[in-house]
């Protein structure tokens, strides 16, 4: 079975779960870490908990908001000890649609097709008239 935690400084990781409630839905097995939110400030205590909770055989797919920061840095240490754990970073909300409407069984190939195609995602726009 495939889990899926949001872990985030503040309510980043609550709110972005809930625009994906209203825009596909409700999706199981869902694990939301708001670190530094209501006094959440020990974040290994955080961390730990959360993949407790979680059977050890069962695969994890973490996604956090940023690459070096606390929140990230605290599951990067739990790489090592937990088989089938996964960590994602720079969550955004077209990535958490992919991964959730995935139909892909195999976990490493699904996140490498969705790592490869992120681009694909960001985008500059600039209006065709300049305007004085």
Do not use: W
Not at 90 to 115: A, C, R, Y
């Amino acid at each position: 079975m495939k889990h899926y935690v949001l872990a985030s400084h503040g309510g980043f990781s609550k709110g972005i779960y809930e625009s994906i409630q209203i825009i596909i839905g409700e999706q199981p097995n869902i694990h939301i870490v708001q670190a530094f939110v209501e006094g959440n400030n020990d974040i290994t205590s955080l961390v730990e908990e959360t993949l407790a909770a979680i059977p050890p055989e069962d695969e994890v797919i973490v996604c956090s908001d940023v690459f070096g920061g606390s929140v990230n840095n605290e599951f990067m240490k739990q790489l090592r000890n937990r088989n089938h754990m996964h960590l994602i970073t720079g969550m955004n909300l077209p990535l958490l649609m992919q991964l959730f409407l995935s139909v892909e069984e195999d976990t490493e190939k699904m996140i490498h097709d969705i790592m490869n195609r992120s681009e694909e995602h960001t985008s500059e726009l600039q209006s065709p008239v300049h305007l004085e």
